[in-house]
Antibody, heavy 121, light 111 residues
Framework: QVQLVESGGGVVQPGRSLTLSCAGSGFTFSSYGMHWVRQAPGKGLEWVAV????????YYADSVKGRFTISRDNSKNTLYLQMYSLRAEDTAVYYC??????????????WGQGTLVTVSS | QSALTQPASVSGSPGQSITISCTGTSSDVGGYNYVSWYQQYPGKAPKLMIY???NRPSGVSNRFSGSKSGNTASVTISGLQAEDEADYYCSSYRDSSPHVVFGGGTKLTVL
């Protein structure tokens, strides 16, 4: 069965950086687009970024463009999210989500358990 | 303010049917059949219930069905059960930034 396991969350000061990882198993990782979706405490879901199956296309939410970088290592079945210049409003549970397609027709058919990122001094 | 508009809450009695709407624009919901719906229990990860407007993943109850008319998509839950009480989110591909948009979520209460 599909399994997605996020790691790397924690408490970080404003302006600092943090990198999240998501290890995928139970499916052919290199065939599917992968997303990051976040949820601030008590709030709704917010899409953050997508990377296509082969890394050829990457798209970002306006709120993180220029500060976050999504990447993947298909040889390690791992997705990453490098977060720079973190702000208080980036505080959220970050979910790794598998796309049901290569990335062009997005929907999230499997989700990780989430990792909490808290930006606070 | 979310890109897609959903009612904040809906409610229904066991056995009844309810419908949750999701309104966007011609750049997202109205222009593409890439609308999906997610169920989320408190403290848990979301679960895909409907994709590509009408398709149900394997294992999802056939009490859940999706549809679309113009810029508004909907999910209908028939034969409401206590276990359906959760938050529901719609999502759509968008042809301009951002690539994907969510609705603000709808809290379903089973009376």
């Amino acid at each position: 069965q599909v399994q997605l396991v996020e790691s790397g969350g924690g408490v970080v000061q404003p302006g600092r950086s943090l990198t999240l990882s998501c290890a995928g198993s139970g499916f052919t990782f290199s065939s599917y687009g992968m997303h990051w979706v976040r949820q601030a405490p008590g709030k709704g879901l917010e899409w953050v970024a997508v990377i296509w199956y082969d890394g050829s296309n990457k798209y970002y939410a306006d709120s993180v463009k220029g500060r976050f970088t999504i990447s993947r290592d298909n040889s390690k079945n791992t997705l990453y999210l490098q977060m720079y210049s973190l702000r208080a409003e980036d505080t959220a549970v970050y979910y790794c989500a598998k796309d049901g397609t290569e990335g062009a027709r997005p929907h999230f058919d499997s989700w990780g358990q989430g990792t909490l990122v808290t930006v606070s001094s | 303010q979310s890109a897609l508009t959903q009612p904040a809450s809906v409610s229904g009695s066991p056995g009844q049917s309810i419908t949750i709407s999701c309104t966007g624009t011609s750049s997202d919901v109205g222009g593409y059949n890439y609308v999906s719906w997610y169920q989320q229990y408190p403290g848990k990860a979301p679960k895909l219930m409907i994709y590509d407007v009408t398709n149900r993943p394997s294992g999802v109850s056939n009490r859940f069905s999706g549809s679309k008319s113009g810029n508004t998509a909907s999910v209908t839950i028939s034969g409401l059960q206590a276990e359906d009480e959760a938050d529901y989110y719609c999502s759509s591909y968008r042809d301009s930034s951002p690539h994907v948009v969510f609705g603000g979520g709808t809290k379903l209460t089973v009376l």
